[in-house]
């Protein structure tokens, strides 16, 4: 079993930045893609970026050349570096590990952005 801890949520004002981690824990499969997702009130849970065990690197574009996604293997940790946060940015973050048929979810972390 998989399990993920977020942290680093916050408010901050428009243009400020945040960085959030996710740390996991448990036996993860050699191939496999870490995540960020977010959700806001209202809205479908939607996917943020990706990063794979390869390296490999993917963005909703909202967020493109203002979010960047990173991993550490060694400690089992994937960050989102968030810059230039808008409003419309705030949402709960969640962290997710898909490797095999499985996908696993953390318990989320709030980003508050004010205008």
């Known amino acids: 079993q998989v399990q993920l801890v977020e942290s680093g949520g916050g408010s901050v004002e428009a243009g400020g930045s945040l960085r959030l981690s996710c740390v996991a824990s448990?036996?993860?499969?050699?191939?496999?893609?870490l995540g960020w997702f977010r959700q806001s009130p209202g809205k479908e849970r939607e996917w943020v970026a990706s990063a794979t065990n390869k390296g490999g690197t993917m963005y909703q574009d909202s967020v493109k050349g203002r979010f960047t996604i990173s991993r550490d293997d060694d400690k089992k940790t994937v960050y989102l570096e968030m810059n230039n946060l808008k409003p419309e940015d705030t949402a709960v973050y969640y962290c997710?590990?898909?490797?095999?048929?499985?996908?696993?979810w953390g318990q989320g972390t709030q980003v508050t952005v004010s205008s």
């Open positions: 448990g036996k993860i499969l050699p191939i496999n893609v």
């Open positions: 997710s590990l898909a490797h095999g048929v499985d996908r696993y």
